[in-house]
Every structure is written in structure tokens, then in C-alpha cells.
């Protein structure tokens, strides 16, 4: 059973335009390995909108480019009252996860209604037929992450889940004196799942301790604090609002050197044989 705890604040943005006076110099940057896109970027000019959605928008801030990050897609979605869409997702092969930073929605799916409020969560798997709808009397915001379900003969395909992070407990890594922790909202051993949405938290003083390396490519959305964290051969301020955008096999690390916890939603493909394109 839940707590009931009151967790700590997501960070969403509002949109928006900087006035002329202000000075160009900024932290975004998109390298061959990483990209960062801060918190100031999130302008009115660079929304997007989708079809079937209404009373929407949105900022796209990760999408597959051949050559850098090719499994995934990110939106971060902004719902006013009484919009959103009756074809939530258009493409079959699409599995999505959902995970609300203000406000309230309401996703129906099939003859079942599920409300999600500030860090809620739902697994919607490929050919759900699910619609959303923000339900309350204030501006919705949640981001959507979207992979194509890679299908393994012999295993079946995903179940839907709905969740909030407050009933989630957070499972802690070794030996770090419970600084550095993450919430998973799906059993690390479920082959089912080829990707995880997680929420990973630091508290201050907390780093990871060596170069990540790896196959899996990251998303990462700070929802709170602040923190240098390590791209490639390179140390970059990040705070709330900032997104990091991570291909294969770029070296990464953190140090969590703020005054309060350093929190960020966390995207990666996971349990499946890498495809082998080679023409012999």
C-alpha cells in the first residue's frame, strides 16, 4: 500500500519567449555522442502538435536520427482542461509509457478508466486503443516516451500498468550509504519489457563513481535539483528542466553536488538481441 507521501516537486515547463535584451549564450549543445537541451530552451516557438490531439501541445526533445540515438522518441506534452485525444496513439507497432509532472489526466483504456495525478504512471502496450483526456480544471503536463515493441517468439507482450511513484519504493544501490537510488517501475527480470522508464535520485554528495559505458541508450530529464554530470570526456551543469539526450556507449557519470536531491527521469532499451545489419 502506498504512503501517501508527499514527494518532492517535478519540474514542467511553461513555455513562453525570453525578451530581446537577453543575452544569446546558453547551455545547449549537440555533440556526436550527447545533446543537452536546458530548461531554456523550452520556448513557445519551438512546440509541436499532433494529430488527433486537441486543446495540446508539445516539445518534441527526442526523436530516432540515424547515427546517434535510434530507438526512441520523447515528448514533454502540455493538455489544457478538457483536451487531449480519443486516438492517443496512431501507430500500431508503438508501445508508450506516460508519466504526469503537474496537474491531472485521465487515460481510458478499454472499459477502464485510470487517473493519474503528479507522478503517476502508465504502461500502455502496442494496439491498447488508448485515449487521454485532462479531466481537472488545470493545464496537464506528462511526458510521453515511445519505443516500437520489439515482439520475441516464446514470450508474450507486456501487460498495462498504472502506478504513481509515491507507491513505488525505491531500491538503493550498494554501498552508497543510501545516496543514490532508483524507482523502477517494472522487475528488472520481466524479459517482456525492451524498455524501462525509471526515476533516479541522488541525494546531495551523491555521484556515481565510474565512467558508465554501455549499450543502452538514455534519455534523462532532470525533474529536480541540480548536478555536474558527465558526458563523453565532458563535465555539464544540468538542472531542473534540462534534458540529456545519450547515444550507445557514451561515458557518463554524475556528481550531485546541490543543496537537495538531484532527481531525473530516466529512458533505456533493455533485454533484446542487437540487430545485426551486416549483408555478407
Not at 177 to 198: C, E, S, Y
Amino acid at each position: 500500500m502506498g504512503n501517501n507521501k508527499k514527494l518532492s516537486a517535478y519540474y514542467a515547463p511553461t513555455g513562453g519567449l525570453p525578451p530581446q535584451t537577453q543575452i544569446l549564450t546558453d547551455r545547449a549543445m549537440f555533440t556526436e555522442a550527447y545533446a543537452v537541451i536546458p530548461k531554456g530552451t523550452f520556448s513557445d516557438i519551438v512546440t509541436s502538435f499532433l494529430p488527433f490531439w486537441d486543446k495540446t501541445r508539445l516539445w518534441v526533445i527526442a526523436r530516432p536520427l540515424s547515427g546517434f540515438a535510434e530507438t526512441f522518441s520523447q515528448y514533454i506534452m502540455e493538455v489544457q482542461p478538457g483536451g487531449g485525444s480519443d486516438r492517443g496513439e496512431t501507430d500500431d507497432s508503438a508501445q508508450g509509457v506516460v508519466f504526469v509532472v503537474k496537474g491531472e489526466v485521465t487515460i481510458t483504456l478499454g472499459s477502464e478508466k485510470h487517473t493519474l495525478s503528479e507522478g503517476g504512471y502508465a504502461y500502455l502496450p502496442p494496439k491498447s486503443g488508448w485515449s487521454l483526456r485532462n479531466t481537472g480544471a488545470t493545464t496537464a503536463s506528462f511526458h510521453w516516451i515511445r519505443k516500437a515493441y520489439e515482439s520475441v517468439e516464446g514470450i508474450d507482450q507486456p501487460t498495462p500498468l498504472f502506478l504513481n511513484e509515491k507507491d513505488v519504493p525505491p531500491t538503493y544501490m550498494p554501498n552508497t550509504n543510501n545516496a543514490w537510488a532508483t524507482t523502477r517501475f517494472v522487475d528488472p527480470n520481466d524479459l517482456r519489457h525492451d524498455m524501462h522508464v525509471t526515476i533516479v535520485t541522488f541525494e546531495p554528495g551523491g555521484v556515481i563513481p565510474f565512467a558508465e559505458t554501455h549499450v543502452m541508450e538514455h534519455g534523462l530529464y532532470v525533474l529536480e535539483g541540480k548536478a555536474v554530470y558527465r558526458l563523453n570526456q565532458d563535465w555539464v551543469e544540468v538542472e531542473a528542466g534540462d534534458f540529456m539526450w545519450l547515444r550507445a556507449f557514451c561515458p557518463q557519470a554524475c556528481y550531485a553536488g546541490g543543496p537537495g536531491k538531484f532527481r531525473y527521469l530516466l529512458y533505456k532499451d533493455v533485454n533484446r538481441q542487437m540487430k545485426l545489419s551486416a549483408k555478407l
